[in-house]
């Protein structure tokens, strides 16, 4: 299946997961379109300022891979700068927030897949 780039759909997201400012998605592919157990895949853009706050991922792993800018993100046990090329993988039950501390645009490609479904 090939999705070109004008027919994804798009959302904003304000105080999500009670952050600051607004988040851009960008579908890449809805749910239902995968075989496998996968929730989400798209593209998040969080302008200067804005954030995602703490949440968990229980049942389910998220990957974050950075592709613009830069930014926190915070595991609970500490933050960690992340720049473009970096991956982050959180699941397990773990949590997670990340928050665009820079003066462009933080864009990551999300994928979240549930263990059972």
């Known amino acids: 299946m090939i999705r070109k780039s004008a027919e994804m ?13 607004a ?10 379109e995968f075989g496998a157990a996968v929730r989400l895949c798209a593209k998040l853009t969080l302008p200067p300022g804005a954030s995602i706050g ?14 613009k ?3 926190l993100l915070d595991d609970g046990a500490r933050k960690t700068r992340i720049v473009v090329g970096d991956s982050v993988l959180t699941g397990k039950g773990a949590s997670h927030a990340v928050k665009n501390d820079g003066k462009e645009d933080l864009e990551i490609i999300a994928v979240i897949m549930c263990y059972n479904q």
Do not use: P
């Not at 959302?11 to 600051?20: A, D, I, L, P, S």
């Not at 988040?23 to 239902?32: I, P, Q, S, W």
């Not at 703490?54 to 592709?67: F, M, P, R, S």
């Open 23 to 32: 988040v851009t998605f960008r579908h890449y592919f809805a749910k239902e």
């Open 9 to 21: 759909r798009s959302e904003v997201r304000e105080k999500m997961r009670g952050g600051e400012g």
């Open 54 to 67: 703490a949440h968990q991922h229980k049942g389910e792993d998220e990957v974050y891979i950075v592709t």
């Open 69 to 71: 800018g830069s930014g």
